[in-house]
Every structure is written in structure tokens, then in C-alpha cells.
T-cell receptor, first 116, second 114 residues
Framework: AQKVTQAQTEISVVEKEDVTLDCVYE???????LFWYKQPPSGELVFLIRRNSFDEQNEISGRYSWNFQKSTSSFNFTITASQVVDSAVYFC?????????????FGSGTRLSIRP | DTGVSQDPRHKITKRGQNVTFRCDPISEHNRLYWYRQTLGQGPEFLTY????????KSRLLSDRFSAERPKGSFSTLEIQRTEQGDSAMYLC????????????FGEGSRLTVL
């Protein structure tokens, strides 16, 4: 079975603090893709990043960084020097690569609140 | 605006009525998805089209739900004999014709069943 678990339901930090959002996934496929999406208060899900299962290299984009570890089936997301505008619900998601199912499965999300 | 658009944005209906939502995907995207999202949860997959072909349906999609994409462009999602449990945000997304592609979401259609 395929599953994405985001154990942190809500996180609240003060602005400028670093914060890490955890994501653990389950899949039997050897080829798969992992995603992070942001859902701001306006509601529209915004794509942040995609990683494939063969590329464990960590990625940094500005204040955002992602740590992909196949050994622990985790794909964690860190925001450095958080800002109020980072307040949103963040979803981790999984897509199988070559199975007939092409859907993306989402975790239940982590609500991040950045306090000024 | 070349993003995914959904209509209507909000729909309030009485239990037992039928409702229909429309989704216009990004024009060059062959794949179109419907998801449902309830409060505090992540999006749940409902169904998926590649061009006009409906290739997968979730077990969540009861026989009261039907989706179409007749010309491989826009799609409709109809819910017949609505129930209070159908109240949710219905999200449409589209992607390019590749398994690696990320989904681009619309703003959703919020359904409230009284």
C-alpha cells in the first residue's frame, strides 16, 4: 500500500526561527516521486518541489531545503529564518512511477503558523 | 489567466439536490484530476482522465458521483442526490502527459449541503 504520514498536525514558531516539517512515506514501488505543496489561506495548492526516488541529493532553494532519505523513507522540509508569509498548510505527497495508477497521494498536512 | 479554473467557487444546496462542477485545465495538459478535501485533511483522489478517457476512479467515488471529460478539454463532476457528507472542497488539477509531472491545482469548488 502507498501512504504518506505527516505526524505534525500543527507547528507554531516565532518569526526568524528555523522549522522542519516531517514526512514519512510508504510504497513498494522502486520508482516513485515525492512532492511538497503549500496551501496558503487563499486555498490554492502551490507546488514547491519534486524529487524522484533515484536522486537522494538534498536540495536548497532560498530559505527552503529538503532532505530525502530512502533509508528512513523520509522527505523532510526545512524553512530557514521563517517569515509570516510562510504561514500555510504544507502537504507532502507521493506518486508511483510506473504503476498504472498515476494519482498523487497526499498526507494530511501540517499547519504552520509563524508568529511575528 | 492560464491556470486551472473551476466554477462555481461556492455552492450551497439542499440535501437531495444535484450539483455540477466544471473544471478548465491548463490548455496543454492532457491529464486532469479531481480531488476532494475536507477540513483538516489532505486532498483525497477521486478520479483521473487522460485526454477524454477516465482511467481511474477511487472507491470514494460512489455511484452518485460521475465525471466526464467529453472532448479532452474541460471536465465536469456531477453529484446526484447530495448528502451532508458530500460537503467538502472539490479540487481539480491538471498535469502534462508524463508520470513525473506535478499537479497544478485550481482554487477549488466549495460545496455545502444543508
Amino acid at each position: 500500500a502507498q501512504k504518506v504520514t505527516q505526524a505534525q498536525t500543527e507547528i507554531s514558531v516565532v518569526e526568524k526561527e528555523d522549522v522542519t516539517l516531517d514526512c514519512v512515506y510508504e510504497t513498494r514501488d522502486t520508482t516513485y516521486y515525492l512532492f511538497w505543496y503549500k496551501q496558503p489561506p487563499s486555498g490554492e495548492l502551490v507546488f514547491l518541489i519534486r524529487r524522484n526516488s533515484f536522486d537522494e541529493q538534498n536540495e536548497i532553494s532560498g530559505r527552503y531545503s529538503w532532505n530525502f532519505q530512502k533509508s528512513t523513507s523520509s522527505f523532510n522540509f526545512t524553512i530557514t529564518a521563517s517569515q509570516v508569509v510562510d504561514s500555510a498548510v504544507y502537504f507532502c505527497a507521493l506518486r508511483m512511477g510506473y504503476s498504472s495508477a498515476s494519482k498523487i497521494i497526499f498526507g494530511s498536512g501540517t499547519r504552520l503558523s509563524i508568529r511575528p | 489567466d492560464t491556470g486551472v479554473s473551476q466554477d462555481p467557487r461556492h455552492k450551497i444546496t439542499k440535501r437531495g439536490q444535484n450539483v455540477t462542477f466544471r473544471c478548465d485545465p491548463i490548455s496543454e495538459h492532457n491529464r486532469l484530476y479531481w480531488y476532494r478535501q475536507t477540513l483538516g485533511q489532505g486532498p483525497e483522489f477521486l478520479t483521473y482522465f487522460q485526454n477524454e478517457a477516465q482511467l481511474e476512479k477511487s472507491r470514494l467515488l460512489s455511484d452518485r458521483f460521475s465525471a466526464e471529460r467529453p472532448k479532452g478539454s474541460f471536465s465536469t463532476l456531477e453529484i446526484q442526490r447530495t448528502e451532508q457528507g458530500d460537503s467538502a472542497m472539490y479540487l481539480c488539477a491538471s498535469s502534462r502527459d508524463q508520470n513525473t509531472g506535478e499537479l497544478f491545482f485550481g482554487e477549488g469548488s466549495r460545496l455545502t449541503v444543508l
